[in-house]
C-alpha cells in the first residue's frame, strides 16, 4: 500500500469516510503543495444532515 492514496482510509461499510471540518484557528500561511500538472482538488457528493453525521459517528467509534 502507498502512503497518501485513498486505500489508506479504510473502509466502513463500503466507503471510505473523511470527516472534514472548519479549521479551529487561523492559519498565518497558506499552505498547500503544488504541482502544475496535478491540481489538488475535491468533490463533496453530499452534505449531511445532523442525523446523518452522528450516525457515522456512532458507527466510526
Not at 487561523?26 to 452534505?47: C, D, H, M
Amino acid at each position: 500500500m502507498e502512503r497518501g492514496s485513498p486505500a489508506d482510509v479504510e473502509l466502513l461499510e463500503g466507503h471510505r469516510v473523511i470527516l472534514l471540518k472548519q479549521s479551529s484557528y487561523q492559519r498565518g500561511l497558506y499552505v498547500q503543495r503544488s504541482f502544475s500538472t496535478l491540481p489538488a482538488s475535491i468533490n463533496i457528493e453530499k452534505w449531511l444532515t445532523d442525523d446523518e453525521l452522528n450516525q457515522w459517528l456512532e458507527k466510526m467509534q
